[in-house]
Nanobody, 119 residues
């Protein structure tokens, strides 16, 4: 099991930026893992935001965040980041970090971090 600890959430005005961090630990390497970010707004289901394949750095994004959000990883720190720019009130949600073996889906989740964007 992978332990995931998110940080970096908070309150920001529309148009502002935040960077979320997800520190991963498991006593293993992540070379065969995918990592990702999902979010859940009040009254809505959890939704995909972005993923990154640890081995290649290949990324995918939800259409709603393309061009504004960037997912990245730091191999030395076993940490995944989500840089969020041009934030809008509709980005308000609890953001969850997730991890899973490549091709097998996401199996481990962090506790979530709240992002609130005021208009």
């Amino acid at each position: 099991q992978v332990q995931l600890v998110e940080s970096g959430g908070g309150l920001v005005q529309a148009g502002g930026s935040l960077r979320l961090s997800c520190a991963a630990s498991s006593g293993r390497t992540f070379s065969r893992y995918d990592m990702g970010w999902f979010r859940q707004a009040p009254g809505k289901e959890r939704a995909f935001v972005a993923t990154i394949r640890w081995s290649t750095g290949t990324t995918t994004y939800a259409d709603s965040v393309k061009g504004r959000f960037t997912i990245s990883r730091d191999n030395a720190k076993n940490t995944v980041y989500l840089q969020m720019n041009s934030l809008q009130p509709e980005d308000t949600a609890v953001y969850y970090c997730t991890a899973g073996p490549t091709g097998l889906g996401f199996s481990d989740w962090g506790q979530g971090t709240q992002v609130t964007v005021s208009s």
